[in-house]
């Protein structure tokens, strides 16, 4: 079956845009076919949104700017912020479907298809967004994820993209009770290497660091953010302070550090600009001690041993009832706090400190939580 051109809209009106990445991986049942056509014979493939971003300036000198998975979560956010942005001359934007982001040239493509190569002519830099965090199936989630990281830098290469920027997550620093606060950004990767999210992202990280090997002339460069909070953020660490109370090991002190979406956003332009370069942290300033997180968030710990906290959500994980392996389960009651010292130095600041991003978190529970549910019959 050939791939829809695109200026086909595969959701529909009100279709997959308001899916999750996890449940439109779900629907597909593995990589899609190759394109019938070489990619290079689809002149026609580009859609760019006739209502242009109010405040567009004029493209400029700026580079032309791909992002995958540009209809949903930080792909969108980030789509928005640079085709605002003066410093980038055009913004290409790359999912499975087309978005709402105006201003910005639509190029529909499935990140597991090496066709993707045929959606980068013209692109100066590639920044990845298309990573599934979910807690579903940990192989399907695993299988999307790696083959992604995988196509999305061969078909760089391929069609000769200078600069491909990948986000991870300061997850792949391991969580760990003994681990020093903050971590320093060239501390080792110090993730286990399983089933995990984390165990996810380490191997993205591995693809990354083999790939001046297989790929030479290109740069790649890692972002890796702190516990992402935001709209449309939905991760193990947004769930757990959406919990009734906040779980904790015995006599271990957990600190907690944010990274809010616009932050992320903010720090991703940098490095579209060149500003920053190499692999970095992304992060509020500091830590909140379990107190501050107490207090702020309303909710209360529940303290248990650490053999009995792990030990039970291990067993509970391998019978399909816990969401999240012991080793994801490690990064909400141990701390992996990281200095964000590269983007210090190039003189960026967070818009938002720990304590602001968690009371934003806190006030959109309270709101889902007093919504009313479906009438009763």
């Known amino acids: 079956m050939s791939r829809p051109s695109d200026h086909d809209d595969p959701a529909g009106p009100g279709g997959a845009a308001g899916e999750s990445r ?18 290079a014979a689809q002149p026609a493939a580009e859609l760019t949104v006739a209502q242009p971003a109010r405040g567009r300036p004029a493209p400029g000198p700026g580079p032309v700017v791909a992002i995958t998975g540009a209809a949903h979560g930080l792909g969108h956010a980030l789509a928005a912020t640079l085709a605002a942005s003066a410093r980038v001359g055009r913004v290409v934007a790359i999912d499975n479907h087309r978005g709402d982001v105006a201003g910005v040239t639509w190029r529909l493509a499935d990140v597991r298809d090496p066709a993707l190569a045929g959606r980068l002519t013209g692109v100066d830099v590639l920044v990845h967004t298309d990573v599934d965090l979910g807690d579903s199936d940990n ?58 999210v984390a165990g996810d992202l380490l191997e993205i990280e591995h693809l990354a660091e083999r790939s001046p090997r297989t790929h030479p002339g290109m740069t790649v460069t890692v972002v890796r ?76 710990r529940i303290e248990l041993p650490a053999a009995v906290t792990l030990g039970t ?11 999240a392996p012991i080793n994801d389960l490690r990064y909400l ?41 479906p009438p009763s019959r």
């Open 225 to 300: 953010p702190a516990a992402l909070v935001g709209d449309s953020v939905d991760t193990l660490v947004v769930r757990h302070f959406e919990a009734a109370r906040l779980l904790t090991v015995k006599g271990c002190a957990q600190r907690w550090q944010f990274c809010h979406i616009d932050d992320l956003v903010s720090a991703l332009e940098l490095a579209v600009a060149g500003d920053v370069t190499g692999n970095f942290a992304v992060g509020c300033d500091g830590w909140l001690e379990l107190a501050e997180v107490e207090e702020i968030s309303g909710l209360r």
């Open 22 to 39: 996890s449940v439109r991986r779900r629907a597909a049942a593995g990589p899609p076919a190759p394109a019938a056509e070489p990619a």
């Open 333 to 373: 009651v141990y701390p992996w706090v990281v200095d964000c010292r590269t983007l210090r130095e190039a003189g960026w600041r967070p818009a938002y400190d720990n304590a602001a991003v968690l009371r934003a978190a806190s006030h959109a529970r309270r709101r889902r939580s007093q919504r009313p549910g």
């Open 313 to 323: 959500a291990q067993r509970l994980h391998r019978i399909g009832i816990a969401p």
């Open 139 to 196: 192989r399907a989630r695993r299988a999307f994820n790696v083959r992604a990281a995988q196509t999305v830098l061969t078909a760089a290469a391929a069609g000769r993209v200078a600069r491909v920027i990948l986000v991870t997550s300061a997850m792949v620093y391991g969580a760990r009770a003994d681990n020093p606060v903050p971590l320093a950004e060239t501390a080792p990767l110090g993730a286990d290497a399983d089933g995990s």
